[in-house]
Structure formats: C-alpha cells, structure tokens
C-alpha cells in the first residue's frame, strides 16, 4: 500500500518569499493533517481537513498560512510571505476512521529552511 | 485535552527490555493512548493504541494501570534500529477528533551495542 506522499522533500528560500508543499494522502483516507515541527519539538497540527473540509484551523497562523484541499483527495500548503521562524518539517498525514480506531499515517515531510 | 509527560531521554543497550513509562493524570474517560516512534528524517509512525489493562503487538506491548493515569510501553530484546524519539498521546478515539492529538517533546531512546 502506498504511503502518504509529499513535495517537496526539502526547500531553501529567503524570508519573504512564498512557498507551497503538497499532499498526496494514502488512497480512501478522508481525513488529511498538515503538522508543523520545529528541531527538537513534537510536531504540533497546523490544520485538518475531513474530506474537503475543514475541521479545525485553530493553530494555523493565517495571515501567511493557508491551506486547502480541493475534491477531497491532494492539498496543497502555502505560506507567504515566509519567516524565519517558520524553518521547520512540514508533516502531511492522513486516516480512515473504522470501527476499531483512527489511525495517522505520516508522510516523510518536507523540509523547510528560511535564510 | 489530557498533558502527557514523559521522561526525554533514556538509554538502553542491544538486548535489554526498555520501558517507557508516561504520565496522563487528567485522561478522560473516552480517551485513549496511543504511542508513535520517529526516527530522524521522517514522519512519526504508529506502534500501539490502548484503553486499559495489556495491549500486546508484534512491535511492542502497552501496560494500562486501573486507573490510566499512566501508561508504559514496552520493547523487548531492543536493537541498534530501535534508537528514536518515542511519542505518548492522549486523545478521544472517535471519528474526526484523532487529529487534536496533542504530542509532547517525546522520548529520545539510545540503544548502544
């Protein structure tokens, strides 16, 4: 089975430029996460989608974050204008909700370096 | 939302057992604990989910006191392979409310041969 697909792997770019990951979930999961996690710190949820909807968004800065998840199936993650700070792995996971429990599958990531 | 803690690092050696004990004082009554592991350059990934008493898999075994307010994971026989940051979550298990887990700075395991 395929696993959660992301791109790119890894990006440099200079405070104040734009940048834009993408998600490709396992195939069926309806529900897609993008995480956030800095070196040394647990990953912390950005957002979450349940099908092409939002779910929760709360720890999604959104004046330069935003995210979208179009027909349910790939989203993308764009954050502009870029900060310093926002050097870190950009996590997408997804799950399927049976009846025996709700599983996160995590990509890889992307890794984000701001100079 | 239940606050885990959980010790940061431990060390350990080929062979031996390790046990990683958390403390969630404040679970709630439908929530459920679930651990992952993390090696380095990639995404967390799921090892054991559990209620209460003994959750056992081919991976790891999950101990659940009476009264959860603490769990412990355990690994036997620990290889080179092993060494990771391991995560101790505490969350409702219900349909669409996984993705609120909150995860702690985790557990960073050394195995040295």
């Known amino acids: 089975e395929a696993g959660v697909a992301q791109s790119p792997r890894y990006k440099i770019i200079e405070k104040r430029q734009s940048v834009a990951f993408w998600c490709n979930p396992i195939s069926g999961h309806a529900t897609l996460y993008w995480y956030q996690q800095i070196l040394g710190q647990g990953p912390k949820l950005l957002i979450q989608?349940?099908?092409?909807?939002?779910?929760?968004d709360s720890q999604l800065p959104k004046d330069r974050f935003s995210a979208e998840r179009l027909k349910g199936v790939d989203s993308t993650l764009k954050i502009q204008p870029a900060k310093l700070e926002d050097s870190a792995v950009y996590l997408c996971?997804?799950?399927?909700?049976?009846?025996?429990?709700?599983?996160?599958?995590f990509g890889e990531g992307s890794w984000l370096t701001v100079v | 939302l239940a606050k885990t803690t959980q010790p940061i690092s431990m060390d350990s050696y080929e062979g031996q057992e390790v046990n990683i004990t958390c403390s969630h004082n404040n679970i709630a009554t439908n929530d459920y604990i679930t651990w992952y592991q993390q090696f380095p350059s990639q995404g967390p990934r799921f090892i054991i989910q559990?209620?209460?008493t003994k959750v056992t898999n081919e991976v790891a075994s999950l101990f659940i006191p009476a009264d959860r307010k603490s769990s412990t994971l355990s690994l036997p026989r620990v290889s080179l392979s092993d060494t990771a940051v391991y995560y101790c979550?505490?969350?409702?298990?219900?349909?669409?409310?996984?993705?609120?887990?909150?995860f702690g700075k985790g557990t960073k395991l050394s195995v040295k041969p």
């Open positions: 989608f349940q099908n092409n909807g939002v779910v929760d």
């Open positions: 979550l505490v969350g409702e298990r219900s349909r669409g409310s996984q993705g609120n887990l909150i």
């Open positions: 559990g209620y209460k």
């Open positions: 996971a997804s799950s399927l909700w049976t009846v025996s429990g709700n599983t996160i599958y």
